[in-house]
């Protein structure tokens, strides 16, 4: 009964999103699933129907363990996310405003507690919500001809979905401040320079060296991986006292898993483990 509900759920995903399309990998890739945000019309902004459609694949991927690494894109070679979809603001009212901030944090709140590794491909434009998004995620690869930026001001609005929380502890206070206050759109090649992005590739190499750290990262014990993140996220904003309590209790989680027994056999053994998740 569960294999079949899963069945019917990836059949969902592959055939009945409107704005998602979702590929769990195969082969070689096991472990990996792409999710491609699909509005290529417009530059894959952002809507409401695509935040909700989001939001159910992040809940069901995060009882699937056996998905190890979640990579996300956008449609075409133009556009990660070009941002909020900006017909929606013209009427909204404060109380409106609100709901519509909430509600997206929400998405990238499950998004960034997420157990999987995750990753962003900016395969072009990923401005105010799509960079919030990006944000979202355990770290950022880019093509070299992306474009980064929280431009609200523009609109006469601030970043609502997380940005001027997670991009000032990502690159700085002042960084950040500097970036929101003024607009400005940047480079991959100045958001590598700030921190903002890890890496930048040629656009026709983006996905290969994406999928060559995602297939890595899927090879290692996923619990390992989730006890790592976890330390990290928890750990980040409090003492150091503290976070080091949390550090020892990751640590001895992963005592507990078979995994952590076959890493050890395998190093003594000189040969490479065969992590089952377990």
């Known amino acids: 009964m569960v294999e079949k509900r899963k069945e ?4 969902t995903l592959k055939h009945d999103f409107k704005h998602l399309l979702v590929e769990e990998k195969t082969g070689d890739l096991s472990g990996i699933i792409l999710v491609t945000l699909h509005r290529p019309e417009v530059l894959n902004a952002m809507n409401r129907l695509m935040l909700e459609e989001l939001k159910e694949v992040l809940t069901w991927l995060g009882e699937q363990l056996h998905l190890r690494v979640l990579i996300l894109t956008g449609s075409g070679d133009k ?15 404060p109380a409106e405003a609100i709901e519509f901030a909430t509600f997206g944090q929400s998405v990238f709140n499950l998004l960034e507690g997420l157990p999987q590794a995750t990753i962003a491909a900016l395969n072009g434009y990923a401005l105010g919500g799509g960079s919030e998004l990006a944000l979202a995620c355990d770290f ?13 001001v523009n609109l006469g609005i601030v970043p609502g979905y997380g940005g001027t929380q997670r991009l000032s502890r990502l690159i700085g206070k002042a960084m950040a401040k500097e970036l929101i206050f003024s ?7 100045e958001a590598l320079r700030i921190r903002w992005v890890n890496a930048v590739f040629e656009g026709k190499d983006l996905m290969a060296e994406v999928y060559k750290t995602a297939k890595l990262i899927a090879s290692m014990a ?4 989730a006890e790592s993140k976890k330390a990290i996220e928890e750990g980040y904003d409090i003492s150091l006292g503290s976070a080091l309590e949390l550090e020892c209790d990751a640590f001895s989680a992963t005592f507990g898993t078979q995994d952590q027994k076959e890493g050890a ?10 992590f089952t998740g377990r």
């Open 8 to 11: 019917d759920f990836m059949t």
């Open 79 to 93: 556009a990660f996310v070009a941002g909020a979809d900006i017909s929606q603001f013209e009427k909204m009212t």
């Open 140 to 152: 950022i690869y880019a093509a070299r001809d992306a474009k980064l930026g929280q431009p609200e």
């Open 183 to 189: 607009g400005k759109i940047i480079s991959a090649e």
């Open 222 to 225: 996923p619990r390992a991986v």
């Open 265 to 274: 056999r395998a190093f003594l053994e000189k040969r490479s483990p065969k």
